[in-house]
T-cell receptor, first 115, second 114 residues
Framework: AQSVTQLGSHVSVSEGALVLLRCNYSSSVPPYLFWYVQYPNQGLQLLLKYTTGATLVKGINGFEAEFKKSETSFHLTKPSAHMSDAAEYFCAVIINAGNNRKLIWGLGTSLAVNP | GAGVSQSPSNKVTEKGKDVELRCDPISGHTALYWYRQSLGQGLEFLIYFQGNSAPDKSGLPSDRFSAERTGGSVSTLTIQRTQQEDSAVYLC????????????FGSGTRLTVV
């Protein structure tokens, strides 16, 4: 079955430190991959996505993610965490890209940024 | 509209009452999704509409839940005889029909059943 696994439901970093949020997926065909962010009491906002082409994609707020087919991973990174990055982050994948149906979602990772 | 609009933003209801939640998707987006997000939980898929096709209702948790989409635009999620476990944030999203597009989410309706 298709699935998305986010390692670590809670991640805590210091302000200015590297942010690394892990996402692995299972798929036998090339997927389309997404990261969404949800700030407190708000809806979900698209951070970045990978469809085709360059495997390193850049998103909003200084985040980026790299699609590694051999590792079936799409980890999210940011070189220097800011207090405003504290939020819930969700990884998602569309497996059947010809039919934009349900995204398969990870359970989310809550990022805390400590001063 | 410019974004996905959901109403009401907050709803408090008594156990056993029926509630209706509304979603107005982005104009031109033929795909519409409803999700439920409980406190500290991930996203639970409820139902998916795509154009004139029969909706995918596989995520509806019970027959107390139903949804419709009129004219391929506005959608209403109805919960009958609400229970306390129905308390959650209900999120609506829309997207273009095909292609590698993500969803655009509304801000959600926070439902509290007391």
């Amino acid at each position: 079955a298709q699935s998305v696994t986010q390692l670590g439901s809670h991640v805590s970093v210091s302000e200015g430190a590297l942010v690394l949020l892990r996402c692995n997926y299972s798929s036998s065909v090339p997927p389309y991959l997404f990261w969404y962010v949800q700030y407190p009491n708000q809806g979900l906002q698209l951070l970045l996505k990978y469809t085709t082409g360059a495997t390193l994609v850049k998103g909003i707020n200084g985040f980026e993610a790299e699609f590694k087919k051999s590792e079936t991973s799409f980890h999210l990174t940011k070189p220097s965490a800011h207090m405003s990055d504290a939020a819930e982050y969700f990884c998602a994948v569309i497996i059947n890209a010809g039919n934009n149906r349900k995204l398969i979602w990870g359970l989310g990772t809550s990022l805390a940024v400590n001063p | 509209g410019a974004g996905v609009s959901q109403s009401p933003s907050n709803k408090v209801t008594e156990k056993g009452k029926d509630v209706e939640l509304r979603c107005d998707p982005i104009s031109g987006h033929t795909a519409l999704y409803w999700y439920r997000q409980s406190l500290g939980q991930g996203l639970e898929f409820l139902i998916y509409f795509q154009g004139n096709s029969a909706p995918d209702k596989s995520g509806l948790p019970s027959d107390r839940f139903s949804a419709e989409r009129t004219g391929g635009s506005v959608s209403t999620l109805t919960i009958q005889r609400t229970q306390q476990e129905d308390s959650a944030v209900y999120l609506c999203a829309s997207s273009l029909a095909t292609g590698p597009y993500g969803y655009t989410f509304g801000s959600g309706t926070r439902l509290t059943v007391v």
